[in-house]
């Protein structure tokens, strides 16, 4: 009796250690490392299908900050970086690790706030303005804090409206440190300001008495990069199968497909690929 | 309050609609967890034993650092793991980042400290209670930590059951060196803290009900397993 | 390989500078029943775990038949401790371990494991599982299974001390009869009348020290030293 449970156990056990070895797809796949607004809009659930019903090739996406997104793909990670921070992705071209930087789409950052408004910054049409009060009613703003491209963003913008905000860090200015849900998450839970893209707000779930409050002004232009990796950086890159998968991203089938996706019938991404190279 | 009822409501949707998805992402979990379980098991009772047995110059500073090794941050673990899987690391040449392997080397590494540690202390106890008796019988040291195993196999499984509850509740390690890819690397922890950055609370809390019942039902298994076996013994 | 005779020499062990242990010479040889008794804490337990080879001393050394203790002649040894050590399982398991560690396959460990619980009139509990035995029914346990493995030495540290009257006779035969086989046995006992029955030699311990080492009848009736003489009529011996 107690031999067999014994053997059940281990059998059960080996069993278990067998398979999870046993890889979950054997099929031709490439690595993306990708932004996160791309995964939580559900935009990846929406083309990925298409593209991998016509060619047989299974993307793999790793959704991380913009930040860290460039830094996994630098040490040849992923077969192809997504994400929206133009500088840095110029910049990730011209170190050799990126071989080709294009524009894919876009969509706008919106100001999300509470209700309440402390700062009255509904309606204003200049996120500058719009910035300069929330510093000067020291009212509460939530930073991801996380070099991510939205981080990135709103740091060139407080630049431009001319405040410190390292100054305030810890009091009014707050960095969470995270993504873009989790910053939504405390910016909800705080009655904070905060910067987002479009698309990540409008499939948020936890937007409690949250709104947007500026949106629209030039200075919001949120681009979307797609960067193909250098193969004499990475040897070990699966380039052709990352090449097909940007030609489609880029080509018309892929920018009509990210038209098509909508929310709550709105579209998220605008796609403003050039046809042909940029 | 309203979150509360609604992720119960969540929760029991997905578990009764058998939601293929959650039942890969579920199976997933188990098949890490229980894989780094046994692997570290296999790795940490022979320390363990080991720390219990032998008397060496420095065996005390081995064990308070493997006992603080039990509070290993999963995400250094992770970030460790990472550095080493990584194409610009040293294992990168194996080609196991962002796989369910590479989560269950990240996991085993944080389970192996607390079995080995778990394990030292039952054994260290029961070799001061046997250790005079399992000599008379005229055993090698190898026999008698055999022995030592065999005796103290019910505490052990508690040992293996803290680092399963380990293995199975921790998303720092996994999230890093999986990167949380559907139908890939997606496990209830990862997808927890998806769905809670997408704001889903209530699926987000009720994918954690199912993870916390999982850890009941695994451990009220091992709790009939040992129920049965003790009463054969008395039979 | 024999194990007897057990010689000791200089035997020495302290801690925090007292001395718990301090035996010039002892052989332990021929036939018979030897009886080590003496106040608590005298070293009884102490100097049969040394002679078992199971406690190094400080200094000095045990011989078993002219040559250091190794593991393979445990087989030819029994010995069973002041707090009976049974594993975790059965009975009737304990005694088959036991057997199986001294070289004997599966079939003949079972018939043999069968007639030592008999003998210890233990049947009734041979499949209960040993930790949950009274500590009597341990005690007799233990014998048993030291006794099943046949061991041309035996030691026995206080078999008795938490044993009902009729146990105590039970267990008492028992050693006897071994002894009658020609097993060369020493027991600790804490009851001077179970001295009497059993040993046909008495050694008495006082602080670590063999005072008096004589066969029972002349130990009992004329005490060489004045300190057996207080530990014979119950006085307490500082
Ligand atoms: N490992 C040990 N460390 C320190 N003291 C010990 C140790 N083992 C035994 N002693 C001491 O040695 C003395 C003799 O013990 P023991 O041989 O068990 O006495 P007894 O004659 O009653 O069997 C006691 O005072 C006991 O406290
Ligand atoms: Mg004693």
């Known amino acids: 009796m107690k031999k067999t449970i014994a053997s059940l156990v281990t059998g059960a056990a080996l069993f278990l250690a067998a398979a999870s070895f046993v890889p979950a797809y054997a099929g031709e796949f490439i690595l993306l490392q990708s932004t996160t607004s791309t995964q939580n809009s559900g935009l990846y659930d929406h083309l990925l299908p298409i593209f991998e019903e016509k060619t047989g090739i299974e993307v793999r996406v790793v959704a991380v900050g913009t930040g860290q997104a460039i830094k996994n793909a630098g040490n040849c990670d992923g077969d192809l970086l997504l994400v929206h921070a133009k500088s840095a992705e110029d910049v990730f071209v011209a170190e050799g690790s990126g071989k080709q930087r294009r524009d894919m789409m876009y969509n706008d950052f919106v100001l999300v706030g509470p209700s309440s408004d402390p700062a009255a910054i509904k309606g204003l049409a200049d996120i500058n303005a719009a910035l300069k009060q929330i510093a000067a009613a020291k009212a509460p703003f939530a930073s991801r804090g996380d070099d991510s491209g939205t981080h990135k963003k709103e740091i060139s913008l407080w630049k431009k409206a001319g405040v410190e905000t390292v100054a305030h860090s810890g009091k009014w200015y707050r960095e969470t440190g995270s993504g873009m849900g989790a910053t939504l998450n405390a910016a909800v839970g705080m009655e904070a300001y905060v910067l987002t893209d479009r698309a990540t707000w409008i499939s948020f779930g936890n937007r409690a008495g949250h709104e947007i409050l500026v949106e629209g002004d030039p200075d919001l232009f949120n681009q979307y990069g797609v960067v193909t990796i250098d193969p004499d950086h990475c040897p070990n890159i699966k380039s052709a199968a990352a090449d097909r998968f940007v030609d489609w991203l880029l080509g018309p089938e892929g920018q009509a497909a990210i038209a098509d996706y909508r929310l709550d019938g709105q579209q998220l991404f605008f796609p403003n690929a050039e046809n042909g190279d940029s | 309050m309203q979150d509360f009822a609604a992720s119960f409501f969540e929760a029991f949707r997905l578990v009764l609609g058998l939601n293929p998805g959650l039942l890969e992402i579920v199976w997933l979990s188990l098949k890490v967890s229980m894989t780094a379980v046994i692997i570290a098991a296999i790795v940490g009772l022979p320390i363990g034993a080991f720390l219990a047995v032998a008397r060496f110059p420095g065996r005390g500073l081995l064990v308070v650092t493997i006992t603080a090794l039990m509070g290993l941050p999963p995400v250094v673990v992770g970030l460790v793991v990472y550095l080493l899987l990584s194409n610009a690391g040293a294992l990168g040449p194996l080609q196991l980042l962002y796989t369910p392997t590479a989560m269950i080397i990240a996991q085993t590494i944080l389970v192996v400290p607390i079995i080995a540690a778990l394990a030292g202390q039952t054994l260290e106890d029961l070799n001061g209670e046997y250790r005079d008796q399992l000599m008379l019988y005229g055993l090698g040291s190898l026999a008698r930590l055999r022995t030592l195993l065999w005796e103290g196999r019910y505490s052990l499984m508690t040992a293996l059951l803290a680092g399963f509850g380990r293995a199975i509740a921790e998303v720092g390690a996994v999230i890093i060196v999986g990167g949380n890819i559907n139908h890939v690397t997606r496990v209830m922890t990862t997808a927890i803290a998806l769905e809670t950055s997408k704001g889903n609370l209530a699926l987000a809390l009720g994918l954690g009900i199912i993870l916390v019942i999982l850890a009941i039902l695994v451990n009220a298994l091992v709790f009939l397993l040992r129920a049965a076996a003790e009463r054969s013994a008395y039979a | ?238």
């Open chain 3, 1 to 238: 390989m024999p194990i007897l005779p057990v010689t000791a020499e200089r035997l020495f062990v302290q801690r925090n500078g007292r001395a718990l242990l301090d035996v010039e010479k002892l052989t332990i040889s021929g036939g018979g029943t030897t009886v080590l008794v003496g106040p608590n804490g005298a070293g009884k337990s102490l100097l049969l775990k040394v002679l078992a080879a199971l406690h190094q001393a400080d200094t000095g050394r045990v011989l078993w038949n002219g040559v250091p203790p190794d593991r393979q002649r445990y087989c030819r040894f029994g010995m069973v401790l002041q707090t009976p050590v049974l594993l975790r399982r059965s009975a009737r398991a304990n005694i088959e371990f036991a057997l199986r560690a001294v070289g004997c396959n599966g079939s003949e460990a079972r018939e043999r494991a069968q007639s030592a619980l008999e003998a210890a009139r233990l049947l009734p509990l041979a499949n209960a599982s040993a930790r949950v035995l009274s500590g009597g029914e341990m005690q007799c346990l233990a014998l048993a299974r030291a006794l099943a493995t046949e061991p041309d030495l035996l030691f026995l540290d206080e078999p008795t001390s938490s044993l009902d009257p009729a146990s105590m006779q039970t267990i008492e035969a028992m050693v006897r009869s071994a002894s009658k086989d020609g097993m060369r046995i020493v027991v600790i006992a804490h009851d001077l009348a179970q001295a009497r029955r059993l040993g046909d030699e008495i050694i008495f311990m006082h602080r670590g020290k063999i005072v008096e080492r004589a066969p029972t009848l002349p130990f009992f009736q004329s005490p060489g030293t004045e300190d057996a003489r207080d530990f014979i009529a119950g006085k307490i011996l500082v």
